[in-house]
Nanobody, 124 residues
Framework: QVQLAESGGGLVQPGESLRLSCAVS????????VAWFRQAPGKEREYVAV????????YSIDRAKDRFTIARDNTKRMVYLQMNSLEPEDTAKYYC?????????????????WGQGTQVTVAS
């Protein structure tokens, strides 16, 4: 059974960076597609980025382009989200989500495995 656990959130000032981590236990990591989503208070969960087990990536154009980078370390069974130039609008709870196979999707309903989330707050 695959389980996901996020870490790395915190309080930062605008313009600063954070790296979120998603630890994957169980299952076959190499064929697991992992995505990052986020949800701000009062808003719907929104897609940020995804990486398949084979390394293909896809980003949300509006929210992640040029500032966020998704990466994975197959040896450590970790997926990361590097976030640079953070803005107050990036404040949200960030979740990693997994689905078996190497097909990326931005649709949250396509992921059956979710972590508990890690809070990111960007404020001066």
């Amino acid at each position: 059974q695959v389980q996901l656990a996020e870490s790395g959130g915190g309080l930062v000032q605008p313009g600063e960076s954070l790296r979120l981590s998603c630890a994957v236990s169980g299952g076959t990591f190499g064929t697991l597609t992992v995505a990052w989503f986020r949800q701000a208070p009062g808003k719907e969960r929104e897609y940020v980025a995804v990486m398949t087990g084979s390394g293909a990536t896809m980003y949300s154009i509006d929210r992640a382009k040029d500032r966020f980078t998704i990466a994975r370390d197959n040896t450590k069974r970790m997926v990361y989200l590097q976030m640079n130039s953070l803005e107050p609008e990036d404040t949200a709870k960030y979740y990693c989500a997994g689905r078996p196979g190497n097909v990326a999707t931005a649709n949250a309903s396509g992921y059956g495995i979710w972590g508990q989330g890690t809070q990111v707050t960007v404020a001066s």
